[in-house]
């Protein structure tokens, strides 16, 4: 699976939308961008996935660039509920056991 | 859907103890994955089952290590002759394959201490 980067931190102001990028160069072409997040102390939860276009769902929205190099997950109203840590990972999409590589994530702290 | 459940929730031990952590599915997901979690990173993949099968282990997952999923249903991580170094997030997580990819469900992990 590619390898993603990601900010390790990130501030947003409630209200506000927050645009976490990742850039996944080595991604391949049957590869998923998926994105999870994980408030302190609980498990990591699923927040929304995509391979070429653009996806919107009742949490967020994933901005895919043309050349899948690198993608955006957009929360379009923080809220100090949002405050976690958010992973981008890449895999492959066909049946690949579900297994995922988590990185250290970005920490998005909302404030008031 | 009442989500996947794990118990203990903490558990705090000797070294060289042995320890077992039990994780409930969601009902009719066929896919339990077991991840490790220590402070400040990612979850880190250890193992995972289709129905009873083990299909694939971690290289992280020592000879102490061994999980079982008897029935395709619960499934239980043992920990034999617990280290310092044990000391973690143990998140499990199901799935059900849905058209060509599957979206993972985690519970909220068994934090153990090894003292």
């Known amino acids: 699976d590619a390898k993603t980067t990601q900010p390790p931190s990130m501030d947003c102001a409630e209200g506000r939308a927050a645009n976490l990028p990742c850039n996944h160069s080595?991604?391949?072409?049957?590869?998923?961008v998926y994105w999870y997040r994980q408030i302190h102390s609980q498990g990591p939860q699923y927040i929304i996935h995509?391979?070429?276009n653009n996806e919107t769902n009742e949490m967020a929205s994933l901005i895919i660039t043309e050349d899948r190099k690198s993608s955006t997950l957009i929360l379009p109203h923080a809220t100090l509920r949002d405050t976690a840590v958010y992973y981008c990972?890449?895999?492959?999409?066909?049946?690949?056991?579900?297994?995922?590589?988590f990185g250290a994530g970005t920490q998005v702290v909302v404030t008031p | 859907d009442t989500g996947v459940s794990q118990d203990p929730r903490h558990k705090i031990t000797k070294r060289g103890q042995n320890v077992t952590f039990r994780c409930d599915p969601i009902?009719?997901?066929?896919?339990l994955y077991w991840y490790r979690q220590t402070l400040g990173q990612g979850p880190e993949f250890l193992t995972y089952?289709?129905?009873?099968?083990?299909?694939?282990k971690s290289r992280l997952l020592s000879d102490r290590f061994s999980a079982e999923r008897p029935k395709g249903s619960f499934s239980t991580l043992e920990i034999q002759r617990t280290e310092q170094g044990d000391s973690a997030m143990y998140l499990c997580?199901?799935?059900?394959?849905?058209?060509?990819?599957?979206?993972?469900?985690f519970g909220q992990g068994t934090r153990l201490t090894v003292v």
């Open positions: 997580a199901s799935s059900r394959r849905r058209g060509g990819n599957t979206e993972a469900f």
């Open positions: 009902s009719e997901h066929n896919r």
């Open positions: 089952f289709q129905n009873e099968a083990q299909l694939e």
């Open positions: 080595t991604i391949s072409g049957n590869e998923y």
């Open positions: 995509g391979l070429k």
């Open positions: 990972i890449v895999r492959v999409g066909s049946d690949s056991w579900g297994k995922l590589q």
